[in-house]
């Protein structure tokens, strides 16, 4: 019962860290219609960047706060200079684009912060909460894991539903020349949509290093999870992003705990693909003819 | 004469001519290079096989993948498998039935991927790469879990050091037996691939690729072109798998990373999508150059660590920058250079650009859906 | 020329040049001929300098840690080339980076043997890539000396592969010795097994259940690679285990550590010797140790490991001292490690090795040389190398030792023994008060 309930936990902290990623895709995806296979490294950048000025004795929250501003900086200009040229054109350039871009982050990242483990500081307590003299898999960080994320679908769902700034965004997404003919200054909405979806990758970064080690590869298997996840809900719903982390996240970790973990990878496909069979633009897009 | 003219004309005659010429200049080249040059040369081969199946798919057919390496394992395993201590069946039925199993297994996957498209088909192709190497773990008893399964290149067959002595009066070594099985291989794969490229089946692809309505419209089924182009890319990483398990002497799931499979894609992205010259050259670029860039750093006063790290980092840029600026790729550009040299009035036509074996083909031509 | 056929032609002119591109970096004929006649010189040795190589993974995620070996050995050889070399000949230590991917390995070891031509391997990482060259590398009949790894491969048949000499205690006598004293000290312990999922979690695991079958509860494995262990933990702690033998790497020791804490998981931990680095993994944990005195390596205290080579948290022992001195003086960055300890100890074997082998060096001679003498072989280990015509593997015993704010307090004497059900004894051949030569090179 007790093993029941720590892999529940724990699946559903690291559930919530696939969604954060799952979300800085789903917003990609929604302002450029470009899935960013370098969002995992850049990631990793802006947590590096946070760990050596909380090892240069500054605040953890001071820390945190430079890495989702970095994070701001990167998407946009990542966005400007290398992503721009190949907007609107064959979707496999731009997916060659950010894998080639993944490369050289990580060896750069490599080169400048080292290729060892390192231990990333967490804000709240890293031991399980004690409920009637069991410990639970539930930390203070775990708990702030889940609200950051949580805060962060309420305020994505928001913008694009309810601001006119979210409207432009979906606008220029959607259709550049009908936008652009609307009055969108469009080249500025898609640098906004790079920019925040860092920002939020930049989150799911911190809050996947937070007491934990990192090293310049600690993201790379998020890459997969996170796009899983992104999938799962349809790579252009919020919402979905979340769902679609909390099931693989918990699916995962049952797998992890009861069959093995050699098979975790593998059972993180065979969900991918019963649900793209079932629903080939994931679960929570709206039903739409497919040519096949 | 004029009958040399004849078959020079047609489609099938003139790659059994090029066929024969590459036969001719893989004996001269591997007989006059050192073993190691030759073990290179294995290498650039079984990348090449596997890379030129990649840019058929991604190319011609406008489908990406992200899990050719997860393929070439299974070609791999398949090899390790049937090419144990006490070999059962002659190497060349084992390549064989590498390259069917394989093929086998990109029937269901290109069943799967054929109702994906982009990102998504990206997506799941890197899922399957990372996913792979677990099966290989999960039954350990039969695949040989991490430490992987170890293959000896059986003996030589007489007949062929015979023949070898007989035509060049060296006794054939081991690496160099290996390398021309590598070769030969590669020379036939990629016969029948720009056969294929050339046929109806190849028009296919590309149609398909181009604009899907249109191709449905002139009576092609999307879906079964989209799956027999993976099937064919399929048996070339399988083909690639089986040569590699030969000349690395193991096959272990730490062979089979992530990496494998964007070095292939980086591969065919330098050389130009499509173009199976592109994919050869690609492989050649990722053979000899990761020494270069690492002596290079290691002189310019880099330690060991920082100089290892360069090699990737100049991939990296160079993929971005081939993207960006050179979206044919190194064949493709120098190619379009070389035309525009010799007939400067002339702008390339860019209806040939997409064809097959073309060193002129674009990254990508059109959209490809009907987003 | 119809367009068809200059692609065509593009195509097998590419053939050619890369072929030609190939064959000019060949250098023309073989001039390193080996030669039959009398007084032919070995590959790779010269009177001025012997060239051996290795691979190691300095890039990706095998690197953290282990990309640090190569650069205490190449300290090491400074050293001894500084003072002169061995019978006047410097040692030119070739590192090449393998990534862990035996692919690499191999190509990079053909690197090694066919162009770089070195005389023999040395160190070279991990169990699936050496697994890639070890036949090769003994068909070619290159010593293959002191594989970084504790798999039984490298020694337990010399038969099949005569050229190859495994260094570290194999991970099976590790579980042996272990085991032993958990059957003698904890009869009542529930012991629960955390094991890394390829030979060295099945080898160490082989080892224990030899000796504490009956009292293993739970075993759980865990994938290099995926960095979440919380389902393994927990079912380490709903199988009631109270002693978990941990045979991880510094990383999982610490990611396993991290979910305890998390879990409220107590046991008593034995964590293995390739794991339990207390500077590494205290390092790692020291930032989480909440209330703890800081600047100590105090989250590891009570753990149990152990122990083959004296390492940093042993400043005062003759050897370290050595090895610190040796460091310093190679100008590289970064601290003396444990990692940088342990490629120098195995530097140290290789340049006893090679005096032994006299001045007129072959490579048949080094390998009689370690077949021969290396049992006796002074160095670090505490207990004496297995080496003989018989056995290629290592150092043949170890000592449990609890770790109190990063030092390890012995908590045996050195136990020897070999694989299978050979007997567990203590060390009588006062190996472990070995101080190292005024000189710092091997006598």
Known sequence: MQQLINTALGGLT??????????????????????????????????????????????????????????????????????????????????????????????????????????????????????????????????????????????????FRFTDLGLRMRAAAFNQEVARLLGVRVGRMLTLGWALAALVGSLSGLLIAGGSLVSPGYMDSVVVYGFVAAVLGGLDSPVGAVVGGLFLGLSLSFVSGYVGSQLVALAALAILMAVLFLRPDGLFAPARERRV | MRRLAAVWHSTLGRHLLVTAAAVLVVVLVVESVDDFRAVQLTQMAYLGIAAGGLTVLTGLNGQISLGHGALMAVGAYTTALLVSDDPVLPLPVALLTATAVTSAVGVVIGAAAARLRGPYLAGATLALAVALPGVALHFGETLGGEQGLRLRVPETPGWVLDAAYFVTAHDLTRSKYVAYLAWFTLVVVYLLLANLARSRVGRRWRAVRDDEVAAELAGIHLGRARVSAFVVSAAAAGAGGAVMALAVRLTAPTGFTLTLSLTLLTAVVLGGLGSLTGALAGAALLTFLPSVITDAGTSAGLDDIRAAELAPLVYGVVMVAVVLLAPRGLVGTLHAGWRRLRNPAVTPDPTTSADAASPGATVATSKGDTR | ???????????????????????????????????????????????????????????????????????????????????GGVHGRSIEFLVKDDGYDPTKTSSLTDELVLKDKVFATLGSLGTPTHNAVVDSLNDQEVPDLFVSSGALAWGDDPGAHPWTFGWQPDYEIEGKIIGQWVSENMPDAKVGLFLQDDDFGEDAEKGVREYIDA????????????????????????????????????????????????????????????????????????????????????????????????????????????????????????????????????????????????????????????????????????????YSSDSHLGISGMQVVELQDGVGQPVTDVLTTDIGDSEIATDDSGQADDAPPESGLPE
Not at chain 1, 36 to 50: D, E, G, K, L, S
Not at chain 1, 145 to 157: G, P, R
Not at chain 3, 14 to 41: Q, R
Not at chain 3, 51 to 59: D, E
């Open chain 3, 215 to 386: 009292q293993v509860v739970e075993a759980q494995r865990y994938t290099s690679g995926n960095t979440d262990v919380g389902p393994q933990i927990a079912a380490l702690q709903a199988s009631g285990a109270d002693l978990v033998l941990s045979f991880t790497t510094p990383s999982y020791t610490a990611l396993g550590q991290l979910v305890s804490l998390k879990l409220g998981f107590k046991p008593q931990w034995y964590v293995s010797n390739v794991g339990s680095d207390p500077t590494l993994v205290g390092g790692l944990l020291e930032r989480f140790s909440e209330g703890a005195v800081p600047g100590t390596a105090s989250s590891l205290n009570g753990v149990m490991t152990t122990r083959y080579i004296p390492g940093v948290d042993q400043p005062d022992n003759p050897w370290v001292q050595l090895w610190q001195k040796v460091w310093d003086e190679s100008g590289q960055d970064g601290e003396l490690t444990n990692y940088r300890i342990y490629g120098m100890s195995f530097a140290y074997t290789f340049v006893q090795a090679l005096e032994a082998a006299g001045e007129d060096l072959t490579r048949d001679g080094l390998v009689e040389a370690i077949e021969d003498d290396g049992g006796d072989f002074a160095g670090p280990q505490l207990a004496p190398y297995r």
């Open chain 1, 14 to 159: 690291l559930g919530m860290v696939y969604a954060a990623f799952a979300l800085a895709l789903v917003l990609i995806w929604r302002s450029t219609h470009v899935v960013n296979f370098a969002q995992a490294p850049m990631a990793m950048v802006t947590t590096f960047v946070a760990l050596e000025i909380i090892d240069h004795g500054h605040s953890y929250w001071l820390g945190f706060a430079v890495a989702l501003a970095a994070g701001l900086v990167l998407g946009a200009v990542v966005e400007r200079v290398v992503v721009r040229p190949v907007e609107g054109g064959p979707e496999i350039n731009a997916v060659i684009l950010t894998l080639g871009l993944f490369i050289v982050l990580h060896a750069l990242a490599s080169v400048v912060f080292g290729n060892r483990y390192r231990s990333f500081p967490a804000a709240f307590g890293i031991r399980g909460i004690d409920v009637g003299g069991t410990t639970i898999a539930l930390t203070g960080f775990g708990i702030f894991t889940i609200l950051a994320v949580l805060a962060v679908m309420t305020l994505l769902v928001l913008l």
């Open chain 3, 1 to 83: 020329m119809n367009t068809r056929t200059r692609k065509l032609a593009v195509l097998t002119s590419v053939l050619a040049l890369t072929a030609l591109a190939g064959a000019c970096g060949a250098g023309g004929k073989d001039d390193d001929d080996k030669g039959g006649g009398g007084g032919a010189t070995e590959v790779g040795v010269t009177d001025a300098a012997v060239t051996i190589g290795g691979t190691f993974p300095l890039t990706g995620v095998a690197a953290p840690g282990y990309s640090e070996i190569p650069t205490g050995a190449q300290a090491y050889f400074d050293y001894v080339n500084a003072n």
